[in-house]
């Protein structure tokens, strides 16, 4: 389900409170959303619109200890002034917490306060499988003719999480 993140958590606090988020891509007037497929190594970026429903890869942000390359990730901001930002859940197959959804709450709060953007939560399970798949089958079929990346991958791996964004919200 799609949710805002709450505030981040701290060690020994308990984990952010996930609620309904009040837009979805057919409220209000056109808007630019970008998506996240977070991560420890890399963090692919996607966007796309509440017009065309469609998602596009953009790149995949180094990440390392110190955390995420914000720098980075606020170049992202001139592709259309994004009006919202999904970020992706990593949940466990069975709907709880993996070791990353902490993480990633965090990085969500981190993006919510740093680019005054609101941010939804979508479950993420699978997207990167879903993704890397996508990108063989377009190898295979000729329409890509380098090799698939891992950094391809979680460019990708955003675009995935963007259309489940689309698609839970009609």
């Not at 509440?50 to 914000?70: C, F, H, K, M, Q």
């Not at 001139?78 to 709907?95: F, I, K, S, Y």
């Not at 699978?126 to 979680?154: M, P, Q, T």
Request: hydrophobic share 40%; net charge positive.
């Amino acid at each position: 389900s799609t949710v805002p993140p709450g505030p981040a958590a701290t060690p020994g606090s308990a984990a952010p409170m996930r609620t309904a988020a009040p837009e979805g891509p057919g409220v209000g007037p056109p808007r630019v959303i970008l998506a996240f497929d977070f991560g420890r190594r890399r963090i692919g970026i996607a966007c796309g619109d509440t017009v065309s429903r469609t998602a596009a890869p953009l790149e995949a942000v180094p990440a390392d200890s110190a955390g995420p390359r914000w720098g980075r990730i606020g170049d992202r901001g001139h592709v259309g002034r994004p009006a919202q930002a999904v970020v992706g859940l990593p949940d466990n197959v069975d709907g709880s917490d993996s070791t990353q959804t902490l993480a990633a709450l965090e990085f969500a709060a981190q993006l919510e306060s740093r680019y005054r953007l609101p941010v939804a939560l979508v479950d993420e399970r699978y997207s990167s499988r879903e993704a890397e798949a996508r990108l063989k089958s377009a190898r295979e079929s000729g329409l890509r003719r380098r090799r698939v990346a891992k950094a391809d991958i979680d460019a990708a791996a955003a675009c995935v999480i963007l259309d489940r964004w689309f698609s839970e919200e009609t």
